[in-house]
């Protein structure tokens, strides 16, 4: 069987046409990503460091990434929180539900800065347990983006 030089070469090229069929597809099959178009709400993925005590939440959906971080400045009294983008924003409201889906009163940031990409806010201070989560809206460019992601990040490690 060896001795056969079109097994030998069949057991050499077969692993590469694998391979390069493996991209193939996927070049021809992947959704593209395209510009977000105003009115139309979409969805922001939560990064790994949202899911542990990180102090440090990130949200991404393609370019569009925000980062929520606790205000360590501020006083106490409930949880301060900033919202830095990488994009200007018009509006962002954060709420605290006590569980995933569950209903919150949405807390309105203010712009710290004149470029309108650093948010500030207020929330009232988080109810006991892991399972409270927060619930993101921010705006840009007439564009909806939301998000719900656990409060964990938000312990002290």
């Not at 990503?33 to 959906?61: F, I, M, T, W």
């Not at 539900?97 to 919150?104: E, K, M, Y």
């Not at 347990?129 to 939301?146: D, E, K, M, N, R």
Request: hydrophobic letters at 45%; glycine letters at 8%; proline letters at 10%.
């Amino acid at each position: 069987m060896w001795k056969n030089r079109h097994v030998v070469v069949a057991m050499l090229v077969a692993p590469v046409l694998a391979i390069l069929a493996w991209f193939a597809v996927d070049w021809f099959v992947a959704e593209r990503p395209h510009a977000a178009k105003p009115g139309q709400d979409y969805p922001l993925v939560a990064r790994s460091n949202c899911r542990y005590e990180s102090g440090r939440c990130d949200l991404a959906n393609e370019d569009f990434r925000l980062s929520i971080l606790p205000d360590t400045s501020a006083g106490t009294g409930g949880t301060s929180l900033v919202i830095t983008s990488r994009f200007p924003l018009t509006a962002a409201a954060i709420g605290l539900a006590a569980q995933a889906g569950g209903p919150s009163e949405p807390v309105a940031f203010e712009p710290a800065g004149d470029d309108r990409m650093r948010w500030t806010g207020r929330l009232p201070p988080l109810p006991p347990g892991a399972a409270a989560t927060l619930q993101i809206v921010v705006s840009a460019a007439g564009s909806h983006y939301f998000a719900e992601v656990p409060t964990i990040f938000l312990q002290p490690e």
